[in-house]
């Protein structure tokens, strides 16, 4: 009902930049948080950072200062422009969001996207 798609992902220097996007479609009423996350290889994912729909932010300190998370609300797409890339920032990089599937409904659902490799060089 639902999709995400990731796209930006790719080769970086480090020092470098890479802004990702992610688009929502489907069937849903409205999106109420929308949520970069990482994982590296061996690692749990971890969150990078999210935006709600009043565009309220928060960030994971490893990204403070570097990364902007961003969104489009009309678009519903999320965008995260990562600056000043280093070698640990390597990871697969997934799109969420949390969203209310029918107008009135309190349930509100979380999807993924497909995720898109990010990988810094040093």
């Known amino acids: 009902q639902v999709q995400l798609v990731e796209s930006g992902g790719g080769l970086a220097q480090a020092g470098g930049s890479l802004r990702l996007s992610c688009a929502a479609s489907?069937?849903?009423?409205?999106?109420?948080?929308m949520g970069w996350y990482r994982q590296a290889p061996g690692k749990q994912r971890d969150v990078v950072a999210q935006?709600?729909?009043?565009?309220?932010?928060n960030y994971a300190d490893p990204v403070k200062g570097r990364f902007t998370i961003s969104r489009d609300n009309a678009k519903n797409t999320v965008y995260l422009q990562m600056n000043s890339l280093k070698p640990e920032d390597t990871a697969v990089y997934s799109c969420?969001?949390?969203?209310?599937?029918?107008?009135?409904?309190?349930?509100?659902?979380?999807?993924w996207g497909q995720g898109t490799q990010v990988t810094v060089s040093s």
């Open positions: 969420n969001a949390e969203v209310t599937l029918r107008p009135g409904s309190q349930n509100r659902y979380r999807y």
């Open positions: 489907g069937s849903f009423d409205s999106i109420h948080a």
């Open positions: 935006i709600t729909s009043g565009g309220t932010t």
